[in-house]
């Protein structure tokens, strides 16, 4: 079959003829091939393809990235395509985790100038599925690794296929040569240090001469794994939808009726949604012994890059690394104008409309500073109670997790706690015979618990 039928039939496959397509053109042999072919389909069968715009994204990492650019530019006024060129304004190191990276900073250029209901179509082919097959297989992966690339799949909510997944690269390299097609060569591709071409140059040439079907294996054990995560994902997904929480936190109460290896399919899920990656089988593992199945500690915490994961009664959370509020003071002073407060958790103010309000609280004498903080360790009296109570006890009688409870606002005047805006205050500041004129606050964008 030929290049063109290939590419038509994935088009058809997919239900994706008379759409408009986003190319990403490195330059580089692969792709140079597919933007060859893919303007030979929107000539010659418009009805097939609506729009092809190219993008080369100039990552600066080789001393000759702004030649392949300019090699890009030039190739496209040939074709008579619009081609987009964009720079990486990130400083990537070399010999660190390159590829990652470089993938990352794409991909913000991508979602900039991506438009609605544009597919991106990129130029992998069965080389580079063999390729990420063995990475995975070395970095320990489990059946969602080895699952690879995929010809069809989602990304920045919009489409991303691959058709020439199933094409080995020596196929294209006769067929560029054949249509004298320029690219552009990568020397960098040849450097040993970077275990992507170590596989490429070093271990599958010898899989090759010993088993030549050794890549169209890898693919089709890739495709296996995909339809047994597919298979898992199925059933997985009805026990999962019993225990994530409307807020996205999970209630551990599953570890108590199926068996571990259940619990790592549920838990690596839980994962995903939060990061958009899977996480590794150690990291599974931290998290499920060192949080989840910690009797030591009552309230356990994981850290995770710039995230955390904490346990709370039957639930785990996630979320982002925040500052510590514990130290933070902040001087609220006449005439009591509205507060922004720290880390997007709203402001507060005064309700001048409605001082009469059940919850009003006694208004500060003229000499008393009027602060807002976000710890408190002592005890209050609550309304209805005849001695004060912790107000650890009091956080644990609402149900908000450690956690949160630095992010609620606390009034003092002077410096003598008065209560939490919006949830609760002292007896002493709402007792309707005291002399003092009343008043109310507000705490808008309050968290949910």
């Not at 003829?17 to 986003?22: A, D, E, G, V």
């Not at 030649?67 to 190739?75: D, R, T, V």
């Not at 069965?126 to 992966?141: H, I, M, P, V, Y």
């Not at 320029?182 to 090759?208: A, G, V």
Request: aromatic share 12%.
């Amino acid at each position: 079959m030929k290049l063109d039928e290939i590419i038509i039939n994935n088009l058809i496959k997919y239900r994706l003829t008379h759409q408009s397509f986003l190319l990403m053109y490195s330059g580089g042999l692969d792709s140079s091939v597919l933007l060859h072919q893919l303007v030979f389909i929107h000539n010659k069968y418009k009805n097939l393809l609506k729009s092809l715009r190219v993008l080369h994204v100039n990552h600066k990492i080789n001393q000759h990235a702004d030649l392949w650019s300019q090699h890009c530019k030039i190739e496209c006024k040939q074709y008579n395509i619009k081609l987009i060129t964009k720079k990486i304004k990130k400083k990537i190191p070399i010999k660190s985790n390159t590829e990652a990276i470089a993938r990352n900073e794409r991909l913000k250029i991508i979602k900039k100038i991506l438009k609605p209901k544009e597919i991106i179509i990129t130029a992998h082919h069965l080389n580079d599925q063999c390729e990420t097959f063995l990475l995975a297989l070395k970095r320990g992966s489990g059946i969602n690794g080895l699952s690879a690339i995929k010809e069809y799949s989602s990304i920045l909510n919009t489409i991303i296929i691959r058709p020439l997944l199933k094409i080995p690269r020596s196929l294209l390299h006769s067929f560029a040569i054949k249509k004298k097609i320029k690219w552009i060569t990568d020397l960098s591709n040849h450097d040993l240090h970077y275990d992507r071409n170590y596989i490429r140059h070093i271990i599958i040439p010898k899989m090759e001469k010993r088993w030549p079907e050794f890549i169209q294996k890898c693919y089709i054990t890739s495709k296996l794994c995909t339809t047994s995560v597919q298979v898992i994902e199925y059933f997985i997904k009805k026990i999962y939808k019993k225990y994530i929480n409307t807020d996205y936190s999970l209630n551990i109460n599953f570890i108590i009726k199926y068996n571990q290896e259940i619990h790592f399919l549920i838990l690596r899920k839980w994962f995903f949604l939060h990061v958009k990656r899977m996480p590794s089988y150690n990291i599974l593992s931290k998290l499920y012994y060192e949080v989840i199945q910690n009797k030591k500690k009552i309230n356990p915490i994981m850290n995770f890059q710039n995230f955390q994961i904490k346990k709370y009664k039957n639930n785990i959370y996630f979320f982002k690394k925040e500052p510590d509020t514990k130290s933070i003071i902040i001087k609220w002073n006449r005439p009591f104008k509205p507060i922004k407060l720290p880390l997007k958790i709203g402001y507060i103010c005064q309700n001048k409309i409605n001082k009469n309000a059940i919850n009003a609280i006694n208004q500060p004498n003229y000499n008393e500073k009027v602060t807002i903080r976000f710890h408190y360790t002592g005890k209050i009296l609550q309304p209805g109670r005849s001695f004060a109570t912790t107000i650890k006890k009091i956080w644990q009688s609402m149900h908000i997790p450690p956690w949160k409870r630095n992010n609620i606002p606390l009034l003092f005047y002077n410096n003598q706690f008065v209560g939490a805006i919006g949830l609760f205050f002292d007896t002493y500041y709402i007792n309707n015979q005291s002399i003092h004129k009343k008043w109310k606050i507000i705490w808008f964008n309050k968290i949910d618990y």
